[in-house]
């Protein structure tokens, strides 16, 4: 297993979550990391990723609530959420990646972690 990420739950809306992606060292050093997500009957969405000279990006309704980051020294990345809303309801995945025609690419998956919002 290459991604293994963890941290997903159930949290009331307002809340916050931090979703952890253990990566190996290889994959780390060499790709990009990114979460994506996906809610029920909906296409899988990029959430957030890095990319080339430290820019960061994310999707226009996470942005001011989700932060990604890493931690260089654990091979791991982090997607910490704050201010959930309902709409924020999915299965998370980390995945690794390549910016191909100036455009985010996963190579590699993690399995899902699930996030539920909800009172």
């Known amino acids: 297993v290459q991604l293994q990420a963890s941290g997903g739950g159930l949290v009331q809306p307002g809340g916050s979550l931090r979703l952890s992606c253990a990566a190996s060292?290889?994959?780390?050093?060499?790709?990009?990391m990114a979460w994506y997500r996906q809610s029920p009957g909906k296409e899988r969405d990029l959430v957030a990723h890095f990319s080339s000279f430290g820019d960061i990006h994310y999707r226009d309704s996470v942005k001011g609530r989700f932060t990604i980051s890493r931690d260089n020294a654990k091979n791991t990345v982090y997607l910490q959420m704050n201010g959930l809303i309902p709409e924020d309801t999915a299965v998370y995945y980390c995945t690794a990646g390549r910016i191909r025609s100036g455009t985010y690419s996963p190579d590699y998956w993690g399995q899902g972690t699930q996030v539920t919002v909800s009172s």
């Open positions: 060292k290889t994959i780390f050093t060499f790709y990009y």
